[in-house]
């Protein structure tokens, strides 16, 4: 099987890649400016006017939901981790169906702007919209930090941009087509994007499924000796290695999917129950090929590119998809897929930042704070000043969680979402004797534990508050690794010399001439960071290997044969001592799903069996009836 080149365009400045980013920047700020002529009220700065139709709404929530988590981080994590990146594909896909027989229906004839509209439809809107603002905006924030780290990684590689630069130009762009064009540019760039990405997976997995002769057991088979893992890289544990994770982490998935704002919002840009029903059917089945086609993709990459290349160009394993697609399809093809890749964000992005501001503006500020008297010229006004607060907010999230995988970010919001989001949705529209209290409750009780759970998990705790000292472990393991790895092997091939002086010194000067040799040759190496680091490993070696033909001068070969067997347990006690200053976490699992989602709901439970409310539970039916009838939905 060939595999790609270890030069690669990407890092360096790509005329084509260029070329395709600006196009399509110039062609979604053409819609954006046709849009901003069109947005002349709430309803159409929200809701597009309510004019979406079914196929056109499936598309843009496709387009909201193929995000860089799912083009980037999918591929990503299963070109790296093997068979467990599947969680995320198969978690984020099952939520679908929960949305379409539970919540489109209810919430186009209940709702207007944002799903606090269908949770407060029957009890007090003040506490509740403030509660619900506040989950929205988390789970947003949190979404949107993982598109940011996908943007810069992307445009620092492609441009040869700084990351914190390439950040900034995203947020940029973003913050200019909320403000501008609204839903209905949000919409339209949503489309593009969804039909130009599904079109370039598709000729990229042809492309990939070609090389294999169309058989994915032949891919599969060769994925397996292609990497280090083995046949362990088709078998679960690549990734979550504990079950309880591995439960918590789909449950967050599933019904995450169905607590995230600016999916939610995108049913009130249809004109009746009908098209919010068919928009759903449609997104599921261009979701579900799709995720098809990334799985293809990151098999494809862990092979025909291989984990070496793929992670030293990206730490996260990010770029796997660009890899392949420049691998089977040149630089041209790489600057095409480049450029859909930052379509993808960008569109999502804007979604993100226009459910974010429609909650602060929609629900706190109107809701909340003007008592739902406020005009719409006004309520328009404070959205788009809360665009550019969450954009500037979202760039720096960005910068500060550079270089995680942006599929693993996204399943931590989705956690958010499933415990702040989808237990009062759920219960108020099927549970007659929930309340104010419950609502309010449950809403900042799965957001308190999720949140806080995230920041004590190895996620947060280890990987970002305590980085620099889970560096300098990591270092030092990695150290003891390469030094008991070339010893051993120094005194395996050279003990036959023992006590010969002359000999030593010979396979001396042998190991000083490679090394020069070995510097020559990686000074041919573009990368200067990379180039360092392999020239500094490279002396490093020969270093430890001299060190160990030097003492071999005054040792016979019996010696050196009980050095070698002393060496492992010695190796494996340093290597337990330089291990245990590893910072631990104070929550065990990687995502508290499960334990968020179970307090949110039993606390709505609670607090609603505890504080009755007569009259919410009289305008149930009332609500029922609206809920799937219509009558007297917002038209």
Sequence with gaps: MPTAATQTMIGQANPTAIMFFLAFVVSTLAITYWAAKRTKTTKDFYAAGRSVTGFQNGLALAGDYMSAASFLGIAGLVATKGYDGLIYSVGWLVGWPIVMFLLSEPLRNLGKYTFADVVSYRLNQRPIRAAAAAGSLVVVLTYLIAQMVGAGTLIKLMFGLPFEVAIVVTGALMISYVIFGGMIATTWVQIIKAVLLLSGATVLVFMTLNKFGFSYGELFKQASTATPLGQ??????????????????????????????????????????????????????????????????????????????????????????????????????????????????????????????????????????????????????????????????????????????????????????????????????????????????????????????????????????????????????????????????????????????????????????????????????????????QIKAAEGSTAKTVEVLQGLAIIDTAAADKLLADAKPKYEAEKKEASSAMPKPIFPLKNPGIYSMAGAFLIGILASLMSPDREAEKKFDAEKLREYIGVGAED
């Design 232 to 533: 362990k890289f088709l078998e679960p544990g690549g990734l979550v290695t504990s079950p309880m994770d591995a439960f918590s982490l789909g449950l967050a998935l599933m019904f995450g999917t169905a607590g995230l704002p600016h999916i939610l919002m995108r049913f009130f840009t249809v004109p009746d129950v009908k098209a919010a029903r068919k928009s759903v059917f449609y997104a599921t089945g261009f979701i579900g090929y799709f995720y098809i086609l990334t799985v293809t993709i990151g098999f494809g990459a862990a092979v025909i590119v291989g984990q070496k290349i793929i992670m030293g160009v990206d730490a996260g394993g990010n770029m796997a998809g660009p890899l392949l697609a420049e691998a089977l399809g040149g630089n041209l093809f790489l600057g095409f897929l480049s450029a859909v890749a930052f379509a993808t964000i960008l569109a999502v992005v804007s979604g993100l930042t226009l459910a974010g501001a429609s909650a602060f503006s929609h629900d706190l500020y109107v809701g909340v704070i003007r008592h739902g008297q406020a005009s719409e010229k006004d309520e328009v006004r404070v959205a788009k000043m809360a665009t550019v607060g969450l954009g500037v907010t979202a760039i720096a999230l960005g910068i500060l969680f550079k270089g995680q995988n942006v599929a693993f970010l996204v399943g931590l919001t989705f956690a958010i979402a499933a415990s702040a989001n989808f237990p009062a949705l759920l219960m108020s529209l099927m549970w007659k004797k929930f309340t104010t209290a419950g609502a309010v409750l449950s809403i900042y009780t799965g957001l308190a534990i999720a949140t806080i759970l995230l920041i004590l998990s190895p996620t947060v705790w280890v990987d970002i508050v305590h980085k620099s000292e889970k560096a300098a472990v990591d270092a030092k393991v990695k150290a003891l690794d390469a030094s008991f790895k070339s010893s051993t092997e120094a005194l395996g091939k050279y003990k036959v010399i023992a006590g010969n002086k002359a000999e030593i010194d010979k396979a001396i000067a042998d190991e000083q001439t490679g090394l020069e040799k070995k510097k020559v040759a990686l000074a041919e190496l573009k990368d200067e960071k990379d180039r360092a680091a």
